[in-house]
């Protein structure tokens, strides 16, 4: 692994987590200390991807209802793969720390 890759993916991670409020697990994986997923936030189980990993296709279609969403609407992709039995949700990083945020009990204006 190159350190650019290294440094890009814990990049990303430190993002995820100072935009969900959470704490980056910096060993996830093997040595984990019995955390689970990369970042840790209270109540959700968070894995996060970054690169060539991420289908375009997927990130198409989320743009696509991005840019035809309400003002003040949360644009939300819902996909069902054949080899699930329910289905996935895909948002913004943006839009899914609203969605904590509001869980918690705070809006934008606090």
Sequence with gaps: ??????????????KVARKGG??????????????????ELTGYAV??????QVPKKVTDWLTTIRSQAKEG??????????QLHEEVVVLTMTDFAKLTEAAMGHTMAD
Excluded: A
């Design 1 to 14: 692994m190159t350190p650019r890759h290294s440094s890009n993916w814990k990049t990303v991670e430190r």
């Design 22 to 39: 959470g704490q980056r697990i910096p060993l996830s994986g093997r040595n984990n200390m019995g955390k689970i997923g990369d970042v």
């Design 47 to 52: 894995e996060v991807k970054s690169g060539r």
């Design 73 to 82: 609407d949360i644009p939300v992709l819902v996909m069902k793969p054949f």
